[in-house]
């Protein structure tokens, strides 16, 4: 073999390795852009998700709020706590125990001020959930009431 030949040999080799090497990185920067895409979506699904949450979370505070120091004329000259009416025993103690409490003075309820990961915990979700669900049952079965407590519009 002349010098030529093996010159060429060597050159198509590295030739060969070059443009294998190429093809890898480009597959490997596809890979990583793809990742790089998932995480970005998954960030902006997140933060979509906070803001949906946050908006549910003050929402039932507001209720809560309203719900809590609340008194409802049940017959004649006696009246109820709107609590016991409005929320079922074992939901106030969920509440007590991950949204807030109800102040021994005044009786009006104190939201726990809630982390951001907290407010994306499905139990804390769930709990939200059904808070706001037993306040719609509570504006349907009982709008008068509701009306009393200001959950719903005067008529």
Known sequence: MNF??????????????????????????RKQTRLLQDQINSLRSKDASYA????????AVEALGKIYPGVIPTTIG?????????????LRQR??????KRVFFTQKFQPRQL?????????????????????EKFKREHPDWARGLKLLPPT
């Open 95 to 100: 509440i007590g125990h991950h949204l807030g």
């Open 4 to 29: 030529v030949t093996v010159l060429a040999v060597i050159g198509g080799t590295a030739g060969l390795a070059g443009g294998t090497a190429s093809i890898a990185n480009a597959l490997y920067l």
């Open 115 to 135: 982390s951001r990961d907290e407010l994306l915990n499905p139990a804390i979700q769930d709990l939200i959930r059904d808070v706001l669900e037993a306040v």
């Open 52 to 59: 949906e949450w946050t908006l549910r979370w003050e929402k």
């Open 78 to 90: 006696t009246s109820s706590s709107a609590l016991g009416i409005a929320l079922s025993q074992q």
